[in-house]
């Protein structure tokens, strides 16, 4: 099955631009979504179909995917932007996450 | 829109079995499927398996396969997840997530998991 690695951790002062890798085989062949997911809360979705934001979700948030990345971006990073972010895809009947990482906004 | 809404918290003895459920609401029930997701304290995500509302199919992953099943009851638009021979290492926050499906360029499938339910943890202990 599908492996999506992610970085552990990603740091960030407000106001800049944070991003967020996800690696797998050939993982521009196949659709991403990205989760945020805050302590204690359930993941919310923030972007799906590799770049396609859901209604309610700010534009500061924008995703891509090729080769064997896929990219969350977060611009203008604000505190509340603090979380863990999951990337997920799909093959084969079998749903996978990335090994999510922490995003710190200080 | 639509909401899911997950029954409580759960302490179960090694060996038991557990049956969380997952009500949904505010759309027709049958359109989307349903997955199940868990995530074990301090850690990641964890795909369990997918039913369909329409026709109660269901694909689990391969770990869980022989140990967990989802049903449907379309009466009260509400699915379950029934997990059997509980170890410790099932010691989680078990969630369900509405699927949203449809095809892109070159008649591609995609799918994401929106909304989710609240979750429902379910502490494994003697």
């Known amino acids: 099955s599908a492996e999506l690695n992610q970085p552990p951790s990603v740091s960030v002062s407000p106001g800049q631009t944070a991003s967020i890798t996800c690696s797998g085989d050939?993982?521009?062949?196949?659709?991403v979504s990205w989760y945020q997911q805050k302590p204690g809360q359930s993941p919310i979705l923030v972007i799906y179909?590799?770049?396609k934001r859901p209604s309610g979700i700010p534009d500061r948030f924008s995703g891509s995917n090729s080769g064997n990345t896929a990219t969350l971006t977060i611009s203008g990073t604000q505190t509340m932007d603090e979380a863990d972010y999951y990337c997920?895809?799909?093959?084969?009947?079998?749903?996978?996450f990335g090994t999510g990482t922490k995003v710190s906004v200080l | 829109q639509g909401l899911l809404a997950q029954s409580g918290d759960e302490v179960q003895r090694p060996g038991a079995s557990v049956k969380v459920s997952c009500r949904t609401s505010?759309?027709?029930?049958?359109?989307?499927?349903i997955h199940w997701v868990r995530q074990a304290p301090g850690q990641g995500l964890e795909w369990m398996g997918y039913?369909?509302?329409?026709?109660?199919?269901?694909d689990l992953a391969r770990s869980f396969q022989g140990r967990v099943t989802l049903t449907t009851d379309t009466s009260t638009t509400t699915v379950y997840m029934e997990l059997r021979g509980l170890t410790s290492d099932d010691t989680a926050v078990y969630y369900c997530?509405?699927?949203?499906?449809?095809?892109?360029?070159?008649?591609?499938?995609?799918?994401?998991?929106?909304?989710w339910g609240q979750g429902t943890l379910v502490t494994v202990s003697s």
């Open positions: 997530a509405r699927e949203a499906s449809g095809y892109g360029e070159y008649d591609s499938k995609f799918n994401y998991f929106d909304p």
């Open positions: 997920q895809t799909w093959a084969s009947s079998t749903f996978v």
């Open positions: 050939n993982l521009g062949a196949r659709y």
């Open positions: 039913i369909s509302t329409y026709n109660g199919y269901s």
């Open positions: 505010g759309y027709t029930f049958t359109r989307y499927g």
């Open positions: 179909q590799d770049d």
